[in-house]
Structures are given as C-alpha cells and as structure tokens.
C-alpha cells in the first residue's frame, strides 16, 4: 500500500477544471414542421401556470380578518406551494423531451385587486382542460402531470368554497 504522501497530485484550480456542470446542448430537429406552433402553446400553457401561481400568492397576501380568512389564507399558500413542484416538473419533463422553451409570457398580476379568487381558479381549471391539447396524446407522462394540477386546483376550490 502506497503512503499517501507518495502519491502525485496534479494540482488544478477551481477555474481550470472542466465544467461538469453544463454540458453542450445539442439542438434537435423536429420531426414535424408544426413543433414551433406546439412550443408557443406549451409556452402559453405553461406562462398560465406561472401566472395562476404568482395570482394565488398575491390573494394569499391579500387575505383580511374576514370570518374564515385563516382557512382562505392557508388554502392559497398551500396551493401555490404546491403548483411550483407541478410547473417544475411538467416543464422539466417536457424540455428533456422535446427542448428548450424560450417563449414564456410575461406575467401580469395587477388584476388580483378586482378578481375573485374563487372564479380566477374556476376559470383556471377550464383553461387547463381546454388547452391541455397543447401537448401530444401520446404523452400520457406529461397529460398525467397535468391531471395532478388540475387535482391540485379543485382542491384548492373545495377549500375555498367549504372551508371556513
């Protein structure tokens, strides 16, 4: 067994290593010509979702010491808690998939003081369905995720409506 003082070290600092961290993309082709339609879709879908979960944050903040306002308040933190590992994981699912997404919307939430929060997340949940066909059928993986939001949101509903 050797001592370790007889081994050789090369010594290398930090900035010399390789970058382990970022490997090269390599950009794909897409097998149909209508992908780029696709990826603005996904985009748009997905900018939905990080505007419903910027949305819920903002309500949760807005939540006064009305009767069952704790109850309301801790619905919308759990929620919106909860979204960001479902967006997460459905973008990072997709992008391994097909690529990166580079045309996300930009997120507006000066109209939480006029909404509703319980009609804002109606309306969400039909979005979802409604716009769901963005993604292919075959992807059941990535359909399934989105069935887990859509779960998520009519918990949050039920909360909102029958909680107090």
């Not at 090269?24 to 879709?41: F, G, M, Q």
Request: net charge negative.
């Amino acid at each position: 067994m050797k001592k370790f003082s007889n081994f050789n070290f090369k010594v290398k600092r930090v900035n010399e290593q390789e970058n382990v961290l970022r490997p090269k993309y390599v950009e794909t082709t897409p097998l149909d010509t209508n992908a780029s339609v696709e990826r603005t879709d996904v985009a748009k879908f997905i900018s939905k979702l990080f505007e419903a979960r910027e949305m819920a944050h903002v309500f949760h903040l807005m939540v006064n010491g009305e009767m069952g306002s704790h109850a309301v308040h801790t619905a919308l933190g759990e929620f919106y808690e909860g979204l960001i590992g479902f967006i997460d994981e459905l973008t990072e699912v997709y992008q391994g998939q097909y690529g990166l997404i580079e045309e996300y919307d930009v997120i507006d939430t000066s109209s939480a003081k006029e909404r509703q929060y319980i009609q804002y997340f109606e309306g969400l949940v039909n979005s979802i369905k409604e716009n769901k066909s963005a993604f292919s059928s075959d992807d059941t993986h990535i359909h399934n995720l989105i069935d887990e939001i859509i779960a998520l949101t009519y918990r949050l509903l039920y909360k909102l409506k029958f909680n107090k």
